[in-house]
């Protein structure tokens, strides 16, 4: 083998050094010849089929773990850890009892109407039922305390004769009818509403117009008949009824109110009518503050048990307005999470202003104290950055809802929703870091856990395109902001797997956190930060199987913590490094390999993960590893992976379905890198003592078994399977093994095939097969030579300068020792191989005076190399093939 010829160097050939950069082979400075090189090296470096790898190894890919949706929104999924809250809420706990609510504010009234109106104003106290507590947000009282009369800030004081009521708008337009300076019959003086009206034409969230409004009033002539004016009258008639709602007390709004209390089912113009006085109370309350707050809100619980969700989500958007804290933000996040339940409305959530709202409520909530509202304000926000009905699908008004769905993302991050996350987690994380979690706040970080999931899921794809879709947005976020927004999701990464390492014996809120990683880890930016923590993954696996009561249990973490290891190997060579350096996480490794390698490849979760998924993404940690020199050197004699790989490979040598054609491919690629960087010797025993269990000891019968794969006519890895022996056949006792397995008929079969990829492969075994004097004789009795003129006329043919040097390197190593070449080719066949050897050697007739091929540069040496060779040995009666350099 010593004198066998030196194989080409293709572009991209190269050892890996410990920084992950290719390192480009050097041609030797002694005697001008060409460095040898590994069949492996020729063909599978050389190659763009070669996906991702780097020099001699391959990065290997899988496909991430996908969570089957759910068919529709639920606050829990499958995968739920004991006491759950429930998806289904009642919320009627919330509403007041049937007591009148207390006086607001002081109100002069008239002779004529002031025995009606006193009866109604009383000062009571606040039943407060179930288990929410109005009376807390009071200051100074309790909930069975007797509220005094306290004043709400009213926008004005108006007649008595308008207030409470909107069917007397047919005096009010008889009122402003009239000349400004005449008073009116009543005795009450008319107030000014100028500081009224400017407070709500000023105020961001505008005014919508009261639909169908015109069917609630009584007055039978409140609407004129003229067919005419029709339109100009209604529209006249909604403009003056919003301005009525203006100009009613408070008071006045909350009796309204009150009258729908308990109200269930509502057609359109009742939608309308509480609608727009809900408007109206929005635009009062937010941001206020005062002992009133909870007579507010015992007039706006009354309305949770109505049909219409945009009645609810405005009772949610004012509660949240008033800055609500403990009992009562937990009601409100309990309203928008049974809104969102239902994906048709995302649309009322674009409308408004919830998404910001509840960004602020959970701002003031703790996940520990106030962790069943974390529990539904996160649900809420998982719903609303994500859709099971995906980006493509309409609602039944033709809305788009992924496009609903990317711009409620984009809003809630915009608004601060990442920094809050990362802020809670910490908070979780301090806890459990003294206290073991259990109860709400466990099912809290459930929650966040899958809203952040969500969100990165979408964000990283709405961010370049979602502004332009959305109608509230009207350019793109800059970069600065956008670089910030990533900057908070990268935070979340190490507290994540800290989270993920305190909840080991919380198996269900450790996989939720743990699919969360699955998805950071295809961001380049949380990649990194996964890879510090790259070794406490590996023994965060470890412990899987361990602490999961059955193999069922712990698929779904295994599958996604071999994805996320799998994506840092790929990325960072640091990691490789520092995981192989860890024995603890290295023995985590082959112990969890080893546990599924002995179990069923067909058993299944009720996710759908399976033993043979799982068995993949660990295979993948190995591959993706051993692309460092150091590592893949390392690995190959490591005890117990021969043995594991090999078990393997002999239960997916005949694949039956796509999973285990993938894990076949998998352990393919970690057989190409770790044998790669094997360094095998005729003297390897007496240099080191070689491991039990490890590659370097099972290369023999792995060998066989790949030999058995290759010969299946059918097998679609038998290109892999090629590349693989390429690396192992440079150690003579695995040649002889290959010779034994009948290689030589195999690699004839191979070479005949209409494949060229897996022509290309074979050839490269054939290229390290013939360096050995006695497989040259089998190989000439299967017309040998014949079938590698063929192969190198099809590539120059073709074009195909990959195949058509590495046939020019088999020819070589056929000829190396060779005393009588006429005798080992024969003068037809050195005619024809010259004649192709002209044909793609002739730049001229090939490119035209352009740019050559830089994949003909690589071959021309070669090629030159060989055709003068034998030009020679014709000319000075056949002397051993050397370069033809040496003869300059």
Request: with cysteine; proline share 4%; glycine share 8%.
């Amino acid at each position: 083998m010593d004198n066998s010829r030196p194989f080409m160097d293709f572009p991209g050939a190269g050892n890996v050094d410990s920084s992950g950069l290719t390192l480009i082979n050097q041609r030797s400075k002694g005697a001008g010849r060409l460095v040898r090189k590994t069949s492996a090296e020729i063909v599978s470096e050389a190659k763009s089929m070669l996906a991702g790898g780097i020099g001699g190894t391959r990065l290997v890919s899988a496909r991430r773990p996908i969570t089957p949706r759910e068919p529709r929104r639920q606050l829990y999924g499958r995968l739920a850890p004991p006491g759950r809250p429930p998806s289904a809420i009642n919320l009627k706990y919330l509403q007041q009892g049937v007591n009148t609510l207390p006086s607001l504010e002081p109100i002069q009234l008239n002779s004529t109407a002031g025995t009606a109106a006193s009866s109604s104003l009383r000062s009571d106290s606040i039943d407060v039922k179930g288990s929410i507590s109005i009376g807390s947000e009071l200051v100074g009282h309790s909930s069975s305390t007797v509220i005094g009369r306290e004043k709400l800030p009213a926008l004005a004081n108006i007649p008595q004769k308008l207030s409470g009521s909107l069917e007397n708008i047919h005096d009010y337009e008889n009122h402003e009818s009239k000349s400004s300076d005449q008073s009116s019959n009543s005795s009450q003086p008319v107030p000014t509403h100028g500081s009224a009206n400017s407070i709500v034409k000023n105020h961001p969230l505008k005014r919508r117009q009261v639909q169908s409004f015109e069917e609630k009033l009584q007055a039978p002539n409140a609407i004129a008949t003229d067919d005419k004016s029709s339109l100009e009258d209604q529209s006249k008639l909604l403009r003056r009824s919003n301005d009525l709602l203006v100009q009613s007390s408070t008071e006045s709004l909350l009796e309204m109110l009150k009258a729908y209390s308990g109200l269930k089912d509502c057609d359109d113009s009742t939608t309308a009518y509480i609608s727009a006085i809900l408007h109206e109370l929005y635009v009062r309350v937010k941001n206020s503050k005062g002992s009133w707050r909870g007579t507010v809100l015992g007039a706006l619980y009354g309305l949770v048990e109505a049909s219409s969700s945009k009645i609810l989500l405005l009772v949610a958007s004012t509660v949240l307005a008033m800055n609500v804290t403990g009992s009562n933000l937990t009601g409100a996040c309990k309203l928008v999470f049974k809104i969102a339940r239902n994906e048709n409305n995302d649309n009322l959530f674009m409308d408004s202003d919830v998404p910001e709202l509840l960004v602020d409520g959970l701002g003031r909530a703790s996940p520990i104290e106030d962790s069943e509202a974390c529990i539904y304000g996160y649900g809420a926000v998982r719903f609303l950055t994500g859709s099971s009905n995906g980006a493509n699908n309409t609602t039944a008004n033709g809305s788009d809802v992924g496009n609903n769905v990317r711009s409620l993302a984009v809003r809630l991050t915009k608004h601060g929703l990442c920094q809050l996350m990362v802020l809670h987690l910490k908070m979780i994380n301090e806890i459990a870091s003294t206290t073991q979690l259990a109860g709400s706040p466990l099912h809290a970080l459930f929650q966040l856990s899958g809203a952040l999931r969500t969100l990165a899921g979408n964000y990283c794809v709405a961010v370049p395109s979602a502004c332009h879709l959305s109608n509230r947005c009207h350019q793109r976020p800059d970069k600065k902001d956008e670089n910030e927004d990533i900057a908070q999701i990268e935070q979340a990464v190490p507290l994540l797997v800290r989270a993920a390492e305190m909840c080991i014996k919380e198996p269900e809120v450790q996989a939720n956190i743990i699919r969360t990683l699955s998805v950071l880890s295809e961001r380049a930016e949380c990649c990194e930060r996964l890879a510090v923590a790259a070794a406490r993954l590996g023994i965060l696996l470890g412990s899987v199987i361990q602490t999961s009561q059955t193999v069922e249990k712990g698929l779904a973490t295994c599958n996604r913590l071999g994805y996320i290891l799998g994506n840092v190997m790929a990325r960072w060579d640091t990691a490789r490094n520092q995981f192989y350096c860890c024995d603890v996480s290295c023995d985590a490794l082959l112990e969890t390999l080893e546990y599924y390698a002995n179990k069923s490849f067909t058993l299944k979760n009720q996710m759908g993960d399976s033993v043979a998924q799982v068995l993949t993404k660990l295979i993948r940690i190995l591959a993706n590893m051993c692309v460092n020199g150091d590592v893949g050197y390392g690995m190959s004699r490591r005890s117990p992976l021969g043995e594991i790989l090999l078990n393997i490979l002999l239960k997916v040598k005949d694949p039956k379905s796509t999973e285990l054609d993938e894990l076949l491919f998998a352990t393919l690629g970690a057989l190409h890198n770790l044998s790669y960087y094997y360094e095998p010797s005729d003297t390897d025993g007496a240099s080191y003592q070689i491991n039990a269990g490890s590659i370097a000891e099972r290369m023999k019968d792995i060998c066989g078994t790949l030999c058995s794969i290759l010969g299946s006519d059918h097998n679609p890895a038998r290109s892999e399977v090629a590349r693989v022996l390429g690396n192992m056949t440079r150690n003579t006792a695995t040649r002889q093994t290959f010779c034994e397995q009948n290689g030589m008929k195999i690699l004839k079969q191979c070479l005949t095939s209409k494949n060229d990829e897996l022509m290309v492969t074979s050839c490269g075994v054939l290229v390290n097969m013939l360096g050995d004097w006695s497989s040259r004789v089998p190989f000439h009795e299967i017309d040998g030579p014949t079938i590698l003129r063929r192969l190198l006329h099809r590539g120059v043919n073709n074009r195909d300068w990959i195949m058509a040097g590495i046939a020019c390197q088999a020819i070589w190593n056929y000829l190396i020792d060779t005393s009588d070449i006429m005798k080992s080719l024969g003068q037809v066949e050195i005619d024809l191989i010259c004649g192709a050897l002209a044909e793609g050697l002739d730049e001229d007739n090939l490119f035209g005076g352009k740019e050559p091929d830089i994949f003909w540069e690589d071959f021309a040496p070669v090629a030159t190399d060989l055709w003068e060779r034998l030009q020679m040995c014709l000319s000075n009666e056949n002397s051993p093939c050397e370069s033809s350099d040496e003869y300059v």
